[in-house]
Protein backbone atom coordinates (compact mmCIF):
# COMPACT_ATOMS: atom_id res chain seq x y z
CA UNK A 1 0.00 0.00 0.00
CA UNK A 2 1.25 3.43 -0.52
CA UNK A 3 -0.20 6.55 0.98
CA UNK A 4 -0.12 9.60 -0.46
CA UNK A 5 -1.04 13.06 1.85
CA UNK A 6 -1.97 16.10 -1.06
CA UNK A 7 -1.91 19.68 1.28
CA UNK A 8 -2.83 22.59 -0.14
CA UNK A 9 -0.49 24.60 1.28
CA UNK A 10 3.09 24.80 1.62
CA UNK A 11 3.89 22.32 4.33
CA UNK A 12 7.58 21.44 5.68
CA UNK A 13 9.06 17.98 4.11
CA UNK A 14 9.92 16.90 8.07
CA UNK A 15 6.22 18.00 9.00
CA UNK A 16 4.56 16.38 6.14
CA UNK A 17 6.45 12.77 6.40
CA UNK A 18 6.05 12.76 9.96
CA UNK A 19 2.36 13.15 9.47
CA UNK A 20 2.18 10.72 6.54
CA UNK A 21 4.29 7.97 8.50
CA UNK A 22 2.12 8.45 11.65
CA UNK A 23 -1.08 8.02 9.38
CA UNK A 24 0.95 4.93 7.36
CA UNK A 25 1.43 3.19 10.59
CA UNK A 26 -1.92 3.64 11.72
CA UNK A 27 -3.40 2.30 8.72
CA UNK A 28 -0.54 -1.04 8.45
CA UNK A 29 -0.98 -1.20 11.55
CA UNK A 30 3.00 -1.65 12.00
CA UNK A 31 4.40 0.41 14.96
CA UNK A 32 6.55 2.97 14.61
CA UNK A 33 9.02 4.81 16.63
CA UNK A 34 7.64 8.52 17.51
CA UNK A 35 10.88 9.69 17.60
CA UNK A 36 12.03 8.33 14.15
CA UNK A 37 13.73 11.39 12.56
CA UNK A 38 13.39 12.85 9.04
CA UNK A 39 16.93 12.78 7.23
CA UNK A 40 18.37 12.83 4.19
CA UNK A 41 21.11 10.55 2.07
CA UNK A 42 23.88 12.66 0.48
CA UNK A 43 22.38 12.68 -2.92
CA UNK A 44 19.62 14.30 -1.09
CA UNK A 45 16.86 11.70 -1.15
CA UNK A 46 14.80 11.77 2.23
CA UNK A 47 14.52 8.67 4.34
CA UNK A 48 13.67 8.01 8.28
CA UNK A 49 15.92 7.17 10.51
CA UNK A 50 15.50 3.66 12.35
CA UNK A 51 14.73 -0.29 11.77
CA UNK A 52 12.89 -1.03 9.08
CA UNK A 53 11.31 1.99 8.13
CA UNK A 54 8.91 2.90 5.24
CA UNK A 55 10.51 4.43 2.05
CA UNK A 56 9.62 7.98 1.81
CA UNK A 57 8.93 10.72 -1.50
CA UNK A 58 7.97 14.21 -1.05
CA UNK A 59 7.31 17.08 -3.17
CA UNK A 60 6.48 20.71 -3.51
CA UNK A 61 4.70 23.10 -6.50
CA UNK A 62 3.07 26.07 -6.46
CA UNK A 63 0.54 26.05 -3.35
CA UNK A 64 0.86 22.26 -3.10
CA UNK A 65 2.47 19.87 -0.99
CA UNK A 66 2.75 15.88 -1.62
CA UNK A 67 4.07 12.97 0.91
CA UNK A 68 4.14 9.33 -0.35
CA UNK A 69 4.84 6.62 2.34
CA UNK A 70 5.23 2.78 1.69
CA UNK A 71 6.63 -0.59 2.20
CA UNK A 72 8.40 -0.73 -0.61
CA UNK A 73 10.53 1.90 -3.19
CA UNK A 74 7.63 5.15 -3.91
CA UNK A 75 8.00 8.45 -5.49
CA UNK A 76 6.11 11.16 -6.02
CA UNK A 77 5.93 14.57 -7.81
CA UNK A 78 3.57 17.53 -8.28
CA UNK A 79 3.91 20.00 -10.88
CA UNK A 80 2.53 23.37 -10.99
CA UNK A 81 1.10 23.95 -14.83
CA UNK A 82 2.87 27.32 -15.34
CA UNK A 83 3.46 28.14 -19.19
CA UNK A 84 6.82 26.84 -19.99
CA UNK A 85 8.49 26.66 -23.37
CA UNK A 86 8.22 22.72 -23.46
CA UNK A 87 9.11 22.10 -26.57
CA UNK A 88 12.66 23.31 -26.32
CA UNK A 89 12.84 21.76 -22.37
CA UNK A 90 11.31 18.61 -24.13
CA UNK A 91 14.08 19.01 -26.99
CA UNK A 92 16.91 19.61 -24.55
CA UNK A 93 15.70 16.36 -22.53
CA UNK A 94 15.06 14.00 -25.35
CA UNK A 95 11.37 13.81 -24.23
CA UNK A 96 8.55 13.17 -26.98
CA UNK A 97 5.42 15.74 -25.40
CA UNK A 98 2.73 17.13 -27.55
CA UNK A 99 1.67 20.25 -25.33
CA UNK A 100 1.52 21.50 -22.11
CA UNK A 101 -0.70 18.82 -20.42
CA UNK A 102 1.53 15.98 -22.14
CA UNK A 103 4.67 17.77 -21.05
CA UNK A 104 3.84 17.78 -17.27
CA UNK A 105 2.67 14.43 -17.24
CA UNK A 106 5.43 13.12 -18.63
CA UNK A 107 7.78 15.70 -16.36
CA UNK A 108 6.06 14.80 -13.35
CA UNK A 109 6.08 11.39 -13.85
CA UNK A 110 9.60 11.23 -14.66
CA UNK A 111 10.61 12.91 -11.50
CA UNK A 112 8.63 9.93 -9.34
CA UNK A 113 10.16 7.62 -10.87
CA UNK A 114 13.69 9.50 -10.41
CA UNK A 115 12.90 9.92 -6.90
CA UNK A 116 11.96 6.54 -6.24
CA UNK A 117 14.77 4.78 -7.65
CA UNK A 118 17.51 7.49 -7.40
CA UNK A 119 18.40 7.75 -11.21
CA UNK A 120 18.97 10.62 -12.83
CA UNK A 121 16.17 12.54 -13.90
CA UNK A 122 17.62 12.58 -17.55
CA UNK A 123 17.63 8.95 -17.90
CA UNK A 124 13.70 8.69 -16.61
CA UNK A 125 12.72 11.67 -19.12
CA UNK A 126 14.28 9.65 -21.97
CA UNK A 127 12.48 6.16 -20.43
CA UNK A 128 9.36 4.35 -20.86
CA UNK A 129 7.40 5.59 -18.02
CA UNK A 130 3.96 3.99 -18.48
CA UNK A 131 4.35 2.28 -14.68
CA UNK A 132 3.72 5.46 -13.34
CA UNK A 133 0.41 6.78 -12.13
CA UNK A 134 -0.77 10.03 -13.12
CA UNK A 135 -3.51 11.91 -12.03
CA UNK A 136 -4.93 15.49 -12.37
CA UNK A 137 -7.39 15.70 -10.13
CA UNK A 138 -5.89 19.00 -8.91
CA UNK A 139 -6.91 21.70 -10.89
CA UNK A 140 -3.54 23.13 -12.67
CA UNK A 141 -1.62 20.77 -11.65
CA UNK A 142 -0.47 17.19 -12.41
CA UNK A 143 0.46 14.01 -9.83
CA UNK A 144 2.65 11.31 -10.18
CA UNK A 145 3.16 8.96 -8.29
CA UNK A 146 6.16 5.72 -8.62
CA UNK A 147 5.37 2.30 -6.50
CA UNK A 148 6.02 -1.28 -7.21
CA UNK A 149 2.42 -2.08 -8.25
CA UNK A 150 0.76 -1.81 -5.18
CA UNK A 151 -2.48 -0.29 -4.11
CA UNK A 152 -3.03 3.31 -3.74
CA UNK A 153 -4.63 5.16 -0.95
CA UNK A 154 -5.09 8.55 -1.29
CA UNK A 155 -5.94 11.66 1.56
CA UNK A 156 -6.93 14.90 0.13
CA UNK A 157 -7.33 17.90 2.30
CA UNK A 158 -9.30 20.47 0.13
CA UNK A 159 -9.02 23.79 0.56
Same mark, same amino acid.
Given at each position: ???????? @?? /???????????????????? $????? +? !????????????? $? !???????????? +????????????????????????????????????? @???????????? /???? /??????? @???????? !????????????????? @????????? +???
Amino acid at each position: MILVICSP @EK /AASSKLAGYALKEFSHIVGI $GICDD +A !EYLHRADGSPYFS $G !ENMPYVSVSHSG +AYSVAAVSLKQVGIDVQEHKSVDFKSISERFGMKADD @EKDFFEKFAAAE /AKTK /ALRIPLT @ESLRSDNS !EVRVFGFIPGYTLALYG @EGTPVLMIY +AAR
